[in-house]
Protein backbone atom coordinates (compact mmCIF):
# COMPACT_ATOMS: atom_id res chain seq x y z
CA UNK A 1 0.00 0.00 0.00
CA UNK A 2 1.03 3.25 -1.22
CA UNK A 3 1.55 5.00 2.44
CA UNK A 4 0.84 8.77 3.46
CA UNK A 5 3.20 11.15 4.27
CA UNK A 6 3.09 13.03 7.05
CA UNK A 7 5.36 15.63 9.39
CA UNK A 8 4.69 16.21 13.56
CA UNK A 9 5.28 19.33 14.42
CA UNK A 10 6.17 19.65 18.48
CA UNK A 11 8.15 17.17 19.36
CA UNK A 12 7.66 16.45 23.54
CA UNK A 13 6.30 14.04 25.52
CA UNK A 14 3.40 12.53 23.77
CA UNK A 15 5.44 12.41 20.21
CA UNK A 16 6.98 9.08 20.35
CA UNK A 17 3.47 7.39 20.35
CA UNK A 18 3.33 9.03 16.52
CA UNK A 19 7.21 8.47 15.46
CA UNK A 20 6.42 5.18 16.00
CA UNK A 21 2.87 5.00 13.93
CA UNK A 22 4.71 4.41 11.13
CA UNK A 23 5.72 0.71 12.44
CA UNK A 24 2.18 -0.21 13.65
CA UNK A 25 -0.21 1.44 10.61
CA UNK A 26 0.70 0.42 6.97
CA UNK A 27 -1.37 3.38 5.89
CA UNK A 28 1.56 6.33 7.25
CA UNK A 29 5.24 6.99 7.23
CA UNK A 30 6.67 10.18 8.90
CA UNK A 31 8.94 12.07 6.90
CA UNK A 32 10.04 15.29 9.06
CA UNK A 33 9.82 16.59 12.42
CA UNK A 34 9.82 20.24 14.30
CA UNK A 35 9.64 21.82 17.47
CA UNK A 36 10.46 25.08 18.74
CA UNK A 37 13.45 23.91 20.59
CA UNK A 38 15.32 22.50 17.81
CA UNK A 39 16.87 20.38 20.53
CA UNK A 40 13.72 18.29 20.80
CA UNK A 41 13.35 17.26 16.70
CA UNK A 42 17.04 16.73 16.82
CA UNK A 43 16.60 14.13 20.09
CA UNK A 44 14.08 12.32 17.31
CA UNK A 45 16.26 12.30 14.62
CA UNK A 46 18.42 10.83 16.96
CA UNK A 47 15.66 7.84 18.01
CA UNK A 48 13.72 7.57 14.60
CA UNK A 49 15.94 8.54 11.83
CA UNK A 50 13.38 11.26 10.45
CA UNK A 51 14.88 14.75 9.50
CA UNK A 52 14.20 17.66 11.66
CA UNK A 53 13.89 20.86 10.50
CA UNK A 54 12.16 24.25 10.99
CA UNK A 55 7.95 24.71 10.55
CA UNK A 56 8.32 26.50 7.99
CA UNK A 57 10.88 24.01 5.85
CA UNK A 58 7.87 21.20 7.24
CA UNK A 59 4.86 22.95 5.67
CA UNK A 60 7.12 23.64 2.70
CA UNK A 61 7.63 20.16 1.86
CA UNK A 62 5.48 19.23 -1.15
CA UNK A 63 5.09 15.51 -0.36
CA UNK A 64 3.95 16.04 3.01
CA UNK A 65 -0.21 15.44 3.13
CA UNK A 66 -0.85 15.59 6.80
CA UNK A 67 0.81 17.69 9.39
CA UNK A 68 0.15 16.07 13.21
CA UNK A 69 0.29 19.17 15.55
CA UNK A 70 1.97 17.82 18.97
CA UNK A 71 1.94 21.51 20.37
CA UNK A 72 0.32 22.79 24.16
CA UNK A 73 -2.97 23.14 23.28
CA UNK A 74 -2.47 27.20 23.47
CA UNK A 75 -0.85 26.54 20.19
CA UNK A 76 -3.59 24.07 18.27
CA UNK A 77 -5.32 26.52 16.33
CA UNK A 78 -2.31 28.54 15.14
CA UNK A 79 -0.26 25.47 14.06
CA UNK A 80 -3.81 24.07 12.43
CA UNK A 81 -4.33 27.26 10.56
CA UNK A 82 -0.68 27.48 9.24
CA UNK A 83 -0.84 23.93 8.51
CA UNK A 84 -4.38 24.59 6.23
CA UNK A 85 -2.86 27.80 4.76
CA UNK A 86 -0.06 25.11 3.70
CA UNK A 87 -2.16 23.24 1.32
CA UNK A 88 -2.25 20.22 3.95
CA UNK A 89 -4.70 18.15 6.33
CA UNK A 90 -4.02 19.15 9.82
CA UNK A 91 -4.18 16.32 12.90
CA UNK A 92 -3.98 17.83 16.32
CA UNK A 93 -3.54 16.03 19.71
CA UNK A 94 -6.60 17.35 22.05
CA UNK A 95 -7.98 19.44 22.80
CA UNK A 96 -8.98 21.10 19.58
CA UNK A 97 -8.08 24.44 21.09
CA UNK A 98 -8.71 26.53 24.12
CA UNK A 99 -11.19 28.90 22.35
CA UNK A 100 -14.14 28.52 20.65
CA UNK A 101 -13.84 30.97 18.12
CA UNK A 102 -10.42 30.09 16.69
CA UNK A 103 -12.02 26.74 16.71
CA UNK A 104 -14.41 27.14 14.46
CA UNK A 105 -12.30 29.30 12.31
CA UNK A 106 -9.64 26.37 11.51
CA UNK A 107 -13.08 24.24 10.62
CA UNK A 108 -14.17 27.16 8.27
CA UNK A 109 -10.58 27.22 6.77
CA UNK A 110 -10.54 23.41 6.18
CA UNK A 111 -14.08 23.37 4.79
CA UNK A 112 -13.21 26.45 2.31
CA UNK A 113 -10.25 24.66 1.21
CA UNK A 114 -11.18 21.81 0.90
CA UNK A 115 -8.99 20.20 3.55
CA UNK A 116 -9.21 17.22 6.19
CA UNK A 117 -9.27 18.43 10.26
CA UNK A 118 -8.85 15.88 12.71
CA UNK A 119 -8.04 15.85 16.53
CA UNK A 120 -7.80 13.43 18.82
CA UNK A 121 -8.86 11.69 21.67
CA UNK A 122 -9.23 8.51 19.00
CA UNK A 123 -9.05 6.50 21.82
CA UNK A 124 -12.49 6.04 21.28
CA UNK A 125 -11.13 3.47 17.85
CA UNK A 126 -9.86 1.00 21.01
CA UNK A 127 -10.98 -2.29 21.54
CA UNK A 128 -12.92 -1.39 24.83
CA UNK A 129 -14.83 2.04 23.47
CA UNK A 130 -16.04 -0.08 20.35
CA UNK A 131 -16.82 -3.26 22.36
CA UNK A 132 -19.30 -0.55 24.54
CA UNK A 133 -20.60 0.97 21.14
CA UNK A 134 -21.39 -2.79 19.78
CA UNK A 135 -23.28 -3.48 23.13
CA UNK A 136 -25.16 0.09 22.59
CA UNK A 137 -26.00 -0.49 19.32
CA UNK A 138 -27.08 -4.29 19.15
CA UNK A 139 -29.52 -2.83 21.90
CA UNK A 140 -28.34 -4.84 24.78
CA UNK A 141 -29.42 -2.20 27.47
CA UNK A 142 -32.72 -0.41 25.78
CA UNK A 143 -32.64 2.83 25.21
CA UNK A 144 -30.27 4.88 27.18
CA UNK A 145 -31.65 6.77 29.25
CA UNK A 146 -28.92 8.12 32.10
CA UNK A 147 -25.47 7.79 33.24
CA UNK A 148 -22.12 9.17 35.11
CA UNK A 149 -18.68 10.29 33.85
CA UNK A 150 -16.38 10.42 36.16
CA UNK A 151 -12.85 11.58 36.48
CA UNK A 152 -11.33 12.33 39.47
CA UNK A 153 -7.72 13.01 41.16
CA UNK A 154 -5.93 15.29 43.06
CA UNK A 155 -4.44 16.34 40.00
CA UNK A 156 -0.85 16.12 38.20
CA UNK A 157 0.93 18.45 41.03
CA UNK A 158 4.44 16.81 40.87
CA UNK A 159 4.35 15.92 37.04
CA UNK A 160 7.42 18.19 35.87
CA UNK A 161 4.72 19.64 33.38
CA UNK A 162 2.46 20.78 36.75
CA UNK A 163 2.65 24.63 35.60
CA UNK A 164 0.78 24.00 32.60
CA UNK A 165 -2.02 21.81 33.78
CA UNK A 166 -3.11 24.45 36.65
CA UNK A 167 -3.17 27.28 33.42
CA UNK A 168 -5.18 28.34 30.92
CA UNK A 169 -6.21 25.66 28.15
CA UNK A 170 -5.40 23.12 30.81
CA UNK A 171 -7.41 21.98 34.21
CA UNK A 172 -8.98 18.76 34.35
CA UNK A 173 -11.63 19.55 32.15
CA UNK A 174 -9.87 20.63 28.69
CA UNK A 175 -6.93 17.85 29.96
CA UNK A 176 -8.72 15.11 30.49
CA UNK A 177 -12.56 15.59 29.56
CA UNK A 178 -11.89 15.06 25.70
CA UNK A 179 -11.35 11.29 26.16
CA UNK A 180 -14.85 11.47 28.59
CA UNK A 181 -16.89 13.82 26.25
CA UNK A 182 -15.76 12.36 22.81
CA UNK A 183 -16.35 9.04 24.29
CA UNK A 184 -19.91 9.71 25.41
CA UNK A 185 -20.28 11.07 21.84
CA UNK A 186 -19.58 7.56 19.98
CA UNK A 187 -21.92 6.42 22.62
CA UNK A 188 -25.12 8.41 22.44
CA UNK A 189 -24.52 10.83 19.35
CA UNK A 190 -24.47 14.74 19.82
CA UNK A 191 -25.42 16.76 22.91
CA UNK A 192 -27.39 19.27 23.20
CA UNK A 193 -27.12 21.49 26.47
CA UNK A 194 -24.82 21.63 29.81
CA UNK A 195 -25.73 22.69 32.84
CA UNK A 196 -22.92 23.26 35.25
CA UNK A 197 -21.24 24.42 38.54
CA UNK A 198 -16.88 24.93 38.77
CA UNK A 199 -14.96 25.53 41.54
CA UNK A 200 -11.78 25.52 42.47
CA UNK A 201 -10.13 23.87 45.81
CA UNK A 202 -7.37 24.95 46.37
CA UNK A 203 -6.02 28.55 45.24
CA UNK A 204 -2.68 27.59 45.00
CA UNK A 205 -0.27 24.42 44.59
CA UNK A 206 3.01 23.12 44.97
CA UNK A 207 4.89 21.56 42.38
CA UNK A 208 7.77 19.31 42.51
CA UNK A 209 11.40 19.76 41.89
CA UNK A 210 11.15 18.47 38.84
CA UNK A 211 9.38 21.84 37.02
CA UNK A 212 12.71 23.52 37.13
CA UNK A 213 14.49 21.62 34.68
CA UNK A 214 11.03 21.37 32.30
CA UNK A 215 10.67 25.39 32.46
CA UNK A 216 14.47 26.21 32.82
CA UNK A 217 14.15 27.36 36.04
CA UNK A 218 10.92 29.73 35.64
CA UNK A 219 9.27 27.75 38.89
CA UNK A 220 10.88 27.22 42.21
CA UNK A 221 9.81 23.88 43.49
CA UNK A 222 7.90 23.94 46.72
CA UNK A 223 7.18 27.77 46.29
CA UNK A 224 3.42 28.49 45.97
CA UNK A 225 2.07 28.57 42.50
CA UNK A 226 -1.79 30.29 41.86
CA UNK A 227 -4.37 27.97 40.25
CA UNK A 228 -5.80 30.10 37.10
CA UNK A 229 -8.63 27.48 36.19
CA UNK A 230 -11.49 25.51 37.51
CA UNK A 231 -10.08 22.30 38.93
CA UNK A 232 -13.38 20.44 40.02
CA UNK A 233 -16.66 20.61 37.14
CA UNK A 234 -19.77 18.64 37.88
CA UNK A 235 -22.64 19.45 35.45
CA UNK A 236 -25.27 17.78 33.38
CA UNK A 237 -25.00 17.27 29.78
CA UNK A 238 -27.86 16.35 27.70
CA UNK A 239 -27.99 14.66 24.83
CA UNK A 240 -30.19 14.95 21.44
CA UNK A 241 -31.11 10.87 21.95
CA UNK A 242 -32.91 11.96 25.22
CA UNK A 243 -29.59 10.57 27.49
CA UNK A 244 -28.74 12.62 30.11
CA UNK A 245 -25.28 11.90 31.59
CA UNK A 246 -24.00 13.54 35.43
CA UNK A 247 -20.06 14.14 35.00
CA UNK A 248 -17.45 15.53 37.31
CA UNK A 249 -14.20 16.17 36.54
CA UNK A 250 -11.37 17.11 39.20
CA UNK A 251 -7.92 18.01 40.31
CA UNK A 252 -9.43 18.74 43.84
CA UNK A 253 -9.94 14.61 44.70
CA UNK A 254 -7.38 12.45 47.18
CA UNK A 255 -9.69 9.10 46.76
CA UNK A 256 -12.85 7.87 44.97
CA UNK A 257 -14.68 4.69 44.19
CA UNK A 258 -16.45 5.60 40.80
CA UNK A 259 -16.20 3.82 37.33
CA UNK A 260 -15.10 6.28 34.73
CA UNK A 261 -18.26 5.77 32.47
CA UNK A 262 -21.98 4.07 33.59
CA UNK A 263 -24.78 4.39 30.95
CA UNK A 264 -28.10 2.74 32.37
CA UNK A 265 -30.85 2.22 29.72
CA UNK A 266 -34.19 0.37 29.54
CA UNK A 267 -33.25 -3.19 29.08
CA UNK A 268 -30.07 -2.62 31.91
CA UNK A 269 -26.57 -0.92 32.30
CA UNK A 270 -23.47 -0.77 31.28
CA UNK A 271 -20.09 -0.25 32.67
CA UNK A 272 -17.86 1.76 30.08
CA UNK A 273 -13.42 1.19 30.27
CA UNK A 274 -11.68 4.67 31.26
CA UNK A 275 -11.92 6.26 27.98
CA UNK A 276 -8.32 7.50 28.29
CA UNK A 277 -6.70 3.93 26.96
CA UNK A 278 -7.83 2.13 24.54
CA UNK A 279 -8.72 -1.64 26.51
CA UNK A 280 -11.79 -3.47 28.56
CA UNK A 281 -13.00 -3.95 30.92
CA UNK A 282 -16.75 -3.65 29.50
CA UNK A 283 -19.36 -5.14 32.20
CA UNK A 284 -22.86 -5.46 31.75
CA UNK A 285 -26.05 -5.92 33.72
CA UNK A 286 -29.32 -6.93 31.61
CA UNK A 287 -33.13 -6.66 33.12
CA UNK A 288 -33.37 -9.36 35.23
CA UNK A 289 -29.55 -10.07 36.00
CA UNK A 290 -28.05 -9.41 39.30
CA UNK A 291 -24.22 -9.20 39.15
CA UNK A 292 -22.42 -7.37 36.60
CA UNK A 293 -20.84 -9.34 33.82
CA UNK A 294 -17.89 -8.90 31.60
CA UNK A 295 -18.18 -8.82 28.02
CA UNK A 296 -15.31 -10.49 25.66
CA UNK A 297 -14.20 -7.55 23.88
CA UNK A 298 -15.11 -7.75 20.15
CA UNK A 299 -12.44 -5.41 18.68
CA UNK A 300 -8.55 -5.20 18.10
CA UNK A 301 -6.62 -2.38 19.14
CA UNK A 302 -6.78 -3.19 22.84
CA UNK A 303 -3.47 -1.88 23.34
CA UNK A 304 -1.88 1.79 23.17
CA UNK A 305 -2.85 2.77 19.66
CA UNK A 306 -2.53 6.05 19.94
CA UNK A 307 -2.34 7.39 16.11
CA UNK A 308 -5.19 5.23 14.65
CA UNK A 309 -7.01 8.86 14.26
CA UNK A 310 -4.55 10.43 11.95
CA UNK A 311 -3.99 6.30 10.15
CA UNK A 312 -8.02 6.37 9.79
CA UNK A 313 -7.74 10.11 8.06
CA UNK A 314 -5.41 9.03 5.49
CA UNK A 315 -7.37 5.64 4.44
CA UNK A 316 -10.32 7.79 4.10
CA UNK A 317 -8.22 10.49 1.92
CA UNK A 318 -7.57 7.76 -0.33
CA UNK A 319 -11.15 6.27 -0.35
CA UNK A 320 -12.79 9.58 -0.42
CA UNK A 321 -14.92 8.40 2.97
CA UNK A 322 -15.36 10.43 6.23
CA UNK A 323 -12.59 9.91 8.80
CA UNK A 324 -13.61 9.09 12.12
CA UNK A 325 -11.41 11.16 14.39
CA UNK A 326 -12.65 14.12 12.71
CA UNK A 327 -12.92 18.71 13.09
CA UNK A 328 -16.43 18.47 13.38
CA UNK A 329 -16.57 16.14 16.37
CA UNK A 330 -13.47 17.69 18.15
CA UNK A 331 -15.17 21.23 18.04
CA UNK A 332 -18.21 19.98 19.80
CA UNK A 333 -16.60 18.56 22.53
CA UNK A 334 -14.44 21.19 22.74
CA UNK A 335 -17.78 23.15 23.21
CA UNK A 336 -19.42 21.10 25.59
CA UNK A 337 -16.27 21.09 27.59
CA UNK A 338 -16.42 24.83 27.30
CA UNK A 339 -19.41 24.94 28.18
CA UNK A 340 -18.97 23.57 31.87
CA UNK A 341 -17.42 27.28 32.84
CA UNK A 342 -19.57 29.06 30.67
CA UNK A 343 -22.92 27.59 32.45
CA UNK A 344 -21.36 27.99 35.69
CA UNK A 345 -20.79 31.51 35.28
CA UNK A 346 -24.19 32.80 33.68
CA UNK A 347 -26.04 30.26 36.08
CA UNK A 348 -27.87 28.76 33.42
CA UNK A 349 -28.24 25.99 31.10
CA UNK A 350 -26.03 26.41 27.89
CA UNK A 351 -27.48 25.00 24.50
CA UNK A 352 -25.01 24.29 22.43
CA UNK A 353 -23.99 25.90 19.32
CA UNK A 354 -22.42 22.93 17.71
CA UNK A 355 -23.11 19.16 16.49
CA UNK A 356 -21.69 16.42 14.92
CA UNK A 357 -22.34 13.30 13.06
CA UNK A 358 -21.99 10.31 15.54
CA UNK A 359 -19.03 8.29 14.16
CA UNK A 360 -18.99 5.08 11.87
CA UNK A 361 -18.39 2.29 14.17
CA UNK A 362 -14.98 0.37 13.47
CA UNK A 363 -16.29 -2.72 11.55
CA UNK A 364 -15.41 -6.31 13.39
CA UNK A 365 -12.53 -8.57 12.01
CA UNK A 366 -10.14 -5.96 11.50
CA UNK A 367 -6.21 -6.80 11.88
CA UNK A 368 -4.02 -4.79 14.08
CA UNK A 369 -2.44 -2.20 11.64
CA UNK A 370 -5.78 -2.27 9.20
CA UNK A 371 -8.32 -0.09 9.29
CA UNK A 372 -11.44 0.06 6.90
CA UNK A 373 -11.08 1.05 3.58
N1 LIG B 1 1.96 13.85 27.40
C1 LIG B 1 0.91 13.06 27.34
O1 LIG B 1 0.84 12.01 28.01
C2 LIG B 1 -0.24 13.40 26.43
C3 LIG B 1 -1.20 12.42 26.22
C4 LIG B 1 -2.23 12.68 25.34
C5 LIG B 1 -2.30 13.91 24.72
N2 LIG B 1 -1.38 14.87 24.95
C6 LIG B 1 -1.53 16.16 24.26
O2 LIG B 1 -0.47 16.30 23.34
C7 LIG B 1 -0.09 17.67 23.22
C8 LIG B 1 1.37 17.77 23.54
O3 LIG B 1 1.58 17.28 24.84
P1 LIG B 1 3.03 16.90 25.36
O4 LIG B 1 2.81 16.27 26.69
O5 LIG B 1 3.78 16.15 24.32
O6 LIG B 1 3.63 18.36 25.59
P2 LIG B 1 5.16 18.80 25.59
O7 LIG B 1 5.20 20.12 26.23
O8 LIG B 1 6.00 17.70 26.12
O9 LIG B 1 5.47 18.94 24.02
C9 LIG B 1 5.01 19.99 23.22
C10 LIG B 1 6.13 20.39 22.29
O10 LIG B 1 5.66 21.37 21.38
C11 LIG B 1 6.71 22.32 21.16
N3 LIG B 1 6.15 23.56 20.65
C12 LIG B 1 5.47 24.53 21.31
N4 LIG B 1 5.10 25.51 20.47
C13 LIG B 1 5.53 25.16 19.24
C14 LIG B 1 5.44 25.77 17.96
N5 LIG B 1 4.83 26.94 17.77
N6 LIG B 1 6.01 25.13 16.92
C15 LIG B 1 6.66 23.94 17.09
N7 LIG B 1 6.77 23.32 18.28
C16 LIG B 1 6.21 23.92 19.35
C17 LIG B 1 7.36 22.45 22.53
O11 LIG B 1 8.67 22.97 22.43
C18 LIG B 1 7.33 21.00 23.02
O12 LIG B 1 8.50 20.28 22.68
C19 LIG B 1 -0.99 18.43 24.20
O13 LIG B 1 -2.06 19.00 23.51
C20 LIG B 1 -1.48 17.36 25.17
O14 LIG B 1 -2.75 17.67 25.70
C21 LIG B 1 -0.33 14.64 25.78
Same mark, same amino acid.
Given at each position: ?5 ? %? ?9 ? @????? !? ?49 ? &???S????D ?28 K ?15 A?? !? ?8 ? *?????L???A??M ?5 ? *?? &? ?5 D @?G ?38 G????? &????? @? ?11 ? =?LT ?53 ? &???W ?29 ? =???? %????? =? ?5 L ?18 Q ?16
Amino acid at each position: MKKTKV %GIVGCGMISDT @YFKAS !QKFNMIEVVACADIIPARAEKKTELYGVPNMTNDALFAMPEIEIVINLTPP &QVHSKIATDTLNAGKHAYSEKPFGVDSDDAAKVIALGKAKNLRVGCAPDTFLGAGQ !QTARKILDDG *WIGKPLCGTAIVMGRGPEK *WP &QAPFFYD @YGAGPMLDLGPYYMTALVNLLGPAKSVTAVTTKGFDFRTYGPEVAE &QYQDK @YKPFDKYPVTVTT =HLTGVVEFVCGAVITVVASFDVYKHGHRPIEIYGTEGSMQVPDPNTFGGPVTVCRKG &QKEWQEVPLSHVYADNSRSIGAADMAIALRNNRP =HRVN %GDLAN =HVLDIMLSFDKSSKAGQKIELGTTCQRPKALPLGLEVGELDD
